[in-house]
């Protein structure tokens, strides 16, 4: 029976990864289907999306209001993906961190172009309704340290000893304050 | 025993999860390797692709003719890349559907360009051999709904419940009447 | 209990394959972080990495001064992007190759643009610390056969019977022996 229970452990650890790279795959393809709903239900209530130089997102109704809002309309008219690579999860019991980059293609007269290449960290929490991305960090990689930051691994760990997600305490704030902010871009759409 | 059970219940959800994965990582090397036949198998015998804009596909010869035919050898010659995202997957049972990005870009005198950036439904059957693809629908992200749909969960149910593949009997032609339409592409190689 | 031991054979495959999938999602986030000996330890200690036009590095030494280098800083300090798509993985035992394309992006005053699109062979062996990478042969996408070569599968056999890890013998050279050797790249940054 110990041996079961080793397995069932193993599998876990399996399942929680694929869950974890599932979450983060269905964002590219809800965000440009222009799902804000499906997009928001991606994170925790009270989960955020700092998406660097456009946008800070607190709440699951700021965040859908990232994919309602006319920017992202904007590009959803033009034509858009949002392309994600592989993320490297590091998992630490019902927390994990995902790091990995996004590339956000945009259609313009002349054929596509790249619009905005970037770093990502993912912070989950495992819920009653399963992992939900409790903060992503976005950050785009212009030579800046903060987003090569993003991706660094600290000491690379692997045993989840030194995995710290932020306090989420100060994100607990009741829906109806969920905010966003838009900054102007730097990009010209 | 029933816990055993339970377990090999989990464990063989994730090995259809990564065959699926498997499957559709291997189309892009394969595609840029040239491998016509290759390719070809990663379909089921009445698999359907429908090339957005491009062509349709009907059986494994019709769509090893895309590999092999003039478009695609065109871009092999030049240097091409078939870039996959992730892929969302939605399992129920022998039948799943995947959805994720895909980016061809393309070698000319000035260096690589992004060529095309789709949208892509991936339905796929567990047969005797396997997970195969019956149906893949692609079309260019250009700011139209129909590449939209594509990427989109419907209600997003996730118990497979509201899983729809659509009906294989018409697909069930015989081999030789595997057929490829070409469509003249809109943009210029 | 021979169930048991089913069980666990396929749970370790499935582990097998996350590991490897993990150490590969990790290359693109530590490069582009600098993280030069994160990516150094990706790599056994006597293996190699072919940066197609670019390099010959040998030994983990070697590895780090890529990331290092001149070539790599310079990218960084414009902001790139080492993107990777999905692997497709032929697993024997305690050897693997995985197949998959990657791309840098790199910023210049005009934004982003693709600055290298390359085919990936990537041979895995499984050492007393886990997985890592005994060779790497990239190659640029340029028509030329080199790079489709690596992202073909030969005779596509599944079982793994036809798994040809190239000898490392050779490479076994003591540590400080590590070298690399660096060409004029063909791409003007």
Not at 11 to 36: N, V
Not at 106 to 120: F, K, L, P, Q, T
Request: net charge neutral; proline share 3%; with cysteine.
């Amino acid at each position: 029976m110990e041996r079961v229970q080793a397995l069932a452990t193993r599998l876990r650890a399996l399942e929680d990864k694929d869950a974890i790279r599932e979450l983060i795959a269905r964002y590219g393809p809800m965000a440009d289907s222009g799902d804000a709903s499906g997009v928001a239900d991606l994170w925790s209530e009270s989960g955020t999306y700092s998406v660097g130089g456009v946008a800070e997102a607190k709440g699951q109704a700021a965040i859908a209001m990232l994919i309602d809002g006319e920017m992202h309309q904007n590009l959803l008219a033009k034509g858009c993906a949002h392309l994600l690579g592989p993320v490297a999860i590091v998992l630490d019991g019902d927390a994990a961190i995902a790091r990995g980059h996004s590339v956000v293609f945009c259609r313009d007269e002349s054929g596509y172009r790249v619009w905005r290449v970037s770093a990502n960290r993912w912070e989950l929490i495992r819920t009653p309704d399963g992992w939900r991305v409790s903060r992503r960090v976005n950050a785009p990689l212009d030579g800046s340290g903060e987003a090569r930051q993003l991706l660094g691994f600290g000491d690379r760990s692997d045993n989840g000893q030194t995995l710290k997600v932020e306090s989420h305490e100060e994100l607990n704030a009741p829906k109806s304050r969920a905010t966003v902010s838009l900054r102007v871009d730097r990009h010209r759409l």
